[in-house]
């Protein structure tokens, strides 16, 4: 018989007061302190820096280890002194001399690990706005989003290196730093692209059928988070490196495999609670790419309002298996997204019920307790609770 949702939620908000960590070693949260690609005066962004330690002071009780916190997207989520018109007019990080700083030093006090996020050529809404001369643009010459900058201009490298040098001015105590590609396509056809590509290669990017262009792009992409990640390292010793991983990324694992740093990790995003293949998810590929130390998980959290609040049933069964892939593979640490906020207390409890409590917490992982988790969730899970 098919349980109801109401006992599956409470099955992971008890086991959410169990001892120990579950297959989990580092945990937190991943957070906008903007607008990020919301909205204006999204809940977070309006916190006090009292009410962001009350917060860490939750993370602590829980047993989270890190923060993550995004600090630009489309506005710029700090006091920038080279571009004011792209700060957040709400957001107190960019209103408030010595936020961030304070903010940084609060998360120390209670041994959490800070991390700076960046979007790069994606999320730049502001910027492509007012200089959609660097946008990047489509064959036919289009724009080909409405926050795609265009990474071979020049103004776009030294826009980005700018924000990162106001970022570590305001506090350079980050304990890592994490880069966000952008969501939309990459592909992109502007005169300084093609210039690139024709140094290169000695041929014409429009000539190029789209998947040798995508190809190129990954490259491209590849290379640019060496420099980046030299750029922060070079600045701030024993830093920790993270790539978001993206859906034009996940085909093209042998690139960034190649080119990026030993030392590099891949924060995996996988959303889509539905699959119900784990052979086929993105995770099982990075994992087998990179090997599982350098390995981030980043499913929703509970506070992801297109789930529900609470999530119902189906999400609930999506992300026990998630979570259950991520400990047979051995990945060891999990950062929830929550841009804006990570819900009420009971679905707080629920992310560590999830943590805490997912199937291969209950029962030795294997590939056999993961393929009867794709085909019966329901039924593999109320043998394991027994």
Known sequence: MTESPRPIREQFLRLAARRGAGPFHRTGYYHFLGQGDFQVGQPLSLWTLAQWEAWFDRLKLYGHSQVWLLVNGYTLAYRSREYPEFRDPRASAAREPGFLNTLVAAGHARGLSMYAVFTTDGHAAGMVARHPELAAVDREGKRAADDLLCLEEPVVQRYLTTVFEEVIAETPAWDGVVFHPTESSPVRFNGATRAAFRAETGRELRDEPDDAVLGWCNRRFAVQMREWI?????????????????WWIDAHLDAYRTVLPAAARVCVRDRDYRCPDWRKRPLTGWVRAF????????????????????????????????????????????????????GNDEEQRLDLGLLKGCSAALAPSSESLLDSLDAD?????????R
């Open 230 to 246: 030299g750029w922060w390292q070079a600045r701030i010793a024993r830093l920790d490196c993270v790539m978001f991983n993206c």
């Open 377 to 385: 969730w329901t039924g593999t899970r109320a043998e394991l609770l």
């Open 291 to 342: 090997g599982a130390a350098r390995i981030v998980f980043m499913p929703s959290s509970g506070g992801y309002p297109e789930l529900g609040r609470p999530p119902a049933e189906e999400p609930l069964a999506g992300y026990d298996r998630l979570l259950t892939l991520a400990a047979h593979l051995k990945v060891r640490e999990v950062v929830s997204f929550a841009g804006w906020g990570a």
